[in-house]
């Protein structure tokens, strides 16, 4: 089966953040919080979103950019539904979130990712290379 025959009922909307609900069920559905309570503004925020919709209009995949206009956009959060992954609904998702910034001149895309998704990303066309995050939300000794 080609990529195109595994995601053809699949349909990606870009710049049109979905529903507050559909997206904490998402993360949940990948093991995280929902942090429902900032999505209004944060939404406004992200240079870039793409969501994916399975054929019954159900939220099975999503991801953010946040760019600094010039050079650099970062990806937030690229979520694929468990029962959805392996279809490559994640890969069309960066796909068409870096289609969107190149088209604006981004060049360059980071991506803070597990340890355990690095062939997803490589499998994206990312160069793999050390990096770091901090989450002050989080209690952190410093």
């Not at 950019?65 to 539904?81: E, K, N, P, T």
Request: charged residues 20%.
């Amino acid at each position: 089966m080609k990529k195109t025959d595994m995601i053809s009922e699949i349909t990606f909307q870009v710049g049109d953040p979905p529903a507050v609900e559909a997206l904490v069920r998402l993360r949940e559905s990948v093991g995280w919080g929902g942090w429902s309570g900032d999505y209004a503004t944060v939404f406004e925020r992200y240079s870039t979103t793409v969501s994916a919709y399975s054929a019954d209009e159900e939220l099975i995949g999503w991801t953010a950019l946040v760019s600094d206009g010039v050079r650099h956009a970062f990806f937030v959060d690229v979520i694929v539904d468990p029962l959805h992954q392996g279809r490559g609904i994640g890969r069309e998702l960066v796909t068409r979130a870096i289609d969107v910034e190149q088209a604006r001149g981004i060049s360059l895309f980071h991506a803070d990712f597990a340890k355990e998704n690095a062939p997803f990303y490589a499998a994206c066309g990312f160069t793999l290379c050390g990096g770091a995050y901090l989450d002050t939300a989080c209690s952190v000794t410093r």
